[in-house]
C-alpha cells in the first residue's frame, strides 16, 4: 500500500502507471490534504492521517466491471421468474420467486416494506450496475461520455450502502432453518442465481476505483482535459 | 481549501460546487450533528414498538402465535438452533442497541473534549456505517417466511407490525449515521498531534 505523503509522483515504471500526473486530493472521511502519488494498476492510495482508501486503479478493472455488470443484470432479471425456495409439507408445496418475496407485504398495511424490500434486493442493485454501464462503457471504448455521466456516477455511488443483495442471501440461509422443522425447503434454480449474483457484484466493488473514474470523466468531458496539456508541455 | 466528499477532489476555499462530480461543497455540515440527533430520536421512537408488537404471525394446524423479536430468537434456542438463534439476536437486538450507543457517543464526542484519539473514534464510525445495514436481516427473513409458507391449514405465516417499525428504526439510524460529518472527528487535533505533513500545501 503506497503512502500518498511526499512522493515523489515518477517512482512506479512509467508504462503501468495510470496517465495522471500527481493531484492534491483531500480525504472526504477526515479532510486531511494529500497529493496524490502516481499509482501502478494493483497498488492502494491510503490517507496518511485516517487510513481511507483514497485510490486503488486495477489493471483492465474498466472491462472486466463492464463484463460483471452485465452479467449480473442478467442474472438479476433472471431470478426474478425462476423459483427461490420451494417448501413441502404433508403433500401441499408451494414455490416461491423473488417477486413473491417483495410481494409478501402487499397485503394489509405494510405496503411501504414491499417498495423497500424491492428496492433494496432488486430495484438499487439493477440501478448500480445500468448505472456503471452506462458511465464506464463509453470510457473504456475511448468515446466521449454520455450526457449527465458525472450525475449517473456519482448517484451509482450515494446509492452504495441501500444496495442490500448480499443481506437478502443471508436472510435467505436464515428463514430456511425457521422453517425447518415446520416442513421440507428445497433452493430453487433462482437461489444459485441471486448466489452468484452476490459474488458477482461484491467483485464490481472490488475492481472499481472511483477515483479512477472521476479522473476519466475529467479527462473525457469538455470541461478541463489535464492530461493532454500536461503531456504535451513534457 | 475545501474538498469534494465524493470524488476527493481539492478546490479553492469558497467552491460552492464540485466541478468533477457536481456535488455541493462544504467544508463543514454545520447542520451536521442536528440531523444526526433528529434522525436518532426517530429511530429510537421507531424502535420501541418493533420490540413490543410481533414481527410474525405463524398459524400452524389451527393453533396461532405471535413472536417478538426476543421471542422468536428464544423460540428458536428452545427448539436447538443456537446458532440461528445468536444470529437472530445479534442483527436484530445487540447491533442496533449498540448503534443507537456508538452513534450518540461520537455525536457528543466532537461536541466537547474526548479521551477517546482520533484513531479510536474514526474506526467506531467506520463499524457503524458498515454494520448498521446488516439489520435488516431480520426484516428480510420475515419477507423470505411469509412468502414461502402458504401451506393453507398446515402452516402459514404473516408479516406482524413489528416488521415495518424495524425496518425504519434500521433505515433510520443508517441516514442518521450517514449525516454524522466524520471530518469533525479530526478537528480537535492539538498542534502537538497535528502529525500531515502537507497540510501546509
Same mark, same amino acid.
Given at each position: 500500500m503506497a503512502q500518498t505523503e511526499g512522493q515523489t509522483p515518477a517512482q512506479a515504471p512509467a508504462k503501468t502507471t495510470v496517465a495522471r500526473p500527481a493531484a492534491l486530493v483531500v480525504c472526504p472521511s477526515c479532510d486531511a490534504l494529500c497529493r496524490m502519488p502516481r499509482l501502478a494498476h494493483g497498488e492502494d492510495a491510503a490517507c496518511p492521517r485516517c487510513g481511507q482508501v483514497l485510490a486503488a486503479p486495477r489493471h483492465k478493472a474498466g472491462m472486466q466491471i463492464i463484463s460483471l455488470a452485465f452479467a449480473s443484470l442478467v442474472l438479476l432479471i433472471a431470478t426474478l421468474f425462476f423459483p427461490f425456495l420451494e417448501i413441502s409439507a404433508a403433500g401441499l408445496s408451494n414455490a416461491t420467486s423473488v417477486l413473491d418475496v417483495v410481494l409478501a407485504f402487499t397485503s394489509g398495511q405494510l405496503a411501504l416494506l414491499v417498495l423497500f424490500t424491492a428496492g433494496c434486493i432488486l430495484a438499487i442493485p439493477a440501478l448500480r450496475m445500468g448505472l456503471l454501464l452506462y458511465v464506464l462503457i463509453p470510457l473504456v471504448f475511448d468515446t466521449p461520455p454520455r450526457r449527465h455521466a458525472h450525475a449517473a456516477f456519482l448517484l451509482a455511488e450515494r446509492l452504495k450502502p441501500w444496495s442490500m443483495a448480499e443481506i437478502f442471501a443471508i436472510g435467505c440461509a436464515v428463514a430456511l432453518i425457521k422453517v425447518k422443522d415446520l416442513a421440507h425447503v428445497e433452493f430453487g434454480p433462482a437461489f444459485w442465481m441471486f448466489a452468484v449474483l452476490v459474488l458477482l457484484v461484491a467483485q464490481v466493488q472490488r475492481n472499481l476505483c472511483s477515483r479512477s473514474v472521476w479522473d476519466a470523466l475529467e479527462a473525457g468531458g469538455s470541461a478541463v482535459p489535464p492530461l493532454q496539456s500536461k503531456a504535451s508541455r513534457a | 481549501m475545501v474538498g469534494c466528499r465524493y470524488c476527493t477532489r481539492a478546490w479553492p476555499a469558497g467552491t460552492e460546487s464540485? %466541478? &468533477?462530480? %457536481? =456535488?455541493? @461543497?462544504? *467544508? !463543514?455540515?454545520?447542520? *451536521? /450533528?442536528?440531523? &444526526?440527533? #433528529?434522525?436518532? /430520536? &426517530?429511530? @429510537? /421512537?421507531? +424502535?420501541?414498538? #418493533?420490540?413490543? +408488537?410481533?414481527? @410474525? !404471525?405463524? =398459524?400452524? @394446524? %389451527? *393453533?396461532? =402465535?405471535?413472536d417478538t423479536i426476543v421471542g422468536g430468537a428464544i423460540t428458536l434456542a428452545e427448539h436447538g438452533s443456537y446458532v440461528v438463534a445468536a444470529i437472530i439476536l445479534l442483527a436484530s437486538v445487540v447491533i442496533p442497541t449498540l448503534k443507537f450507543l456508538a452513534i450518540a457517543y461520537l455525536a457528543v464526542s466532537v461536541s466537547r473534549p474526548s479521551s477517546a484519539s482520533q484513531h479510536t473514534r474514526h474506526i467506531l464510525y467506520e463499524v457503524v456505517e458498515y454494520i448498521g445495514r446488516w439489520s435488516m436481516i431480520d426484516v428480510f427473513v420475515v419477507a423470505i417466511l411469509s412468502a414461502l409458507v402458504h401451506l393453507g391449514s398446515i402452516a402459514s405465516i404473516e408479516p406482524g407490525p413489528a416488521s415495518l417499525t424495524f425496518a425504519l428504526t434500521v433505515v433510520f439510524t443508517m441516514i442518521s449515521a450517514q449525516s454524522f460529518d466524520s471530518r469533525l472527528i479530526w478537528d480537535q487535533l492539538d498542534d502537538d498531534q497535528e502529525k500531515d505533513p502537507i497540510r501546509a500545501d
Open positions: - | 464540485c %466541478g &468533477v462530480c %457536481g =456535488s455541493k @461543497l462544504v *467544508s !463543514r455540515d454545520r447542520q *451536521s /450533528l442536528q440531523k &444526526v440527533w #433528529a434522525w436518532w /430520536l &426517530v429511530a @429510537l /421512537l421507531c +424502535y420501541i414498538p #418493533a420490540n413490543l +408488537y410481533p414481527m @410474525l !404471525r405463524t =398459524s400452524t @394446524l %389451527g *393453533s396461532v =402465535s405471535q
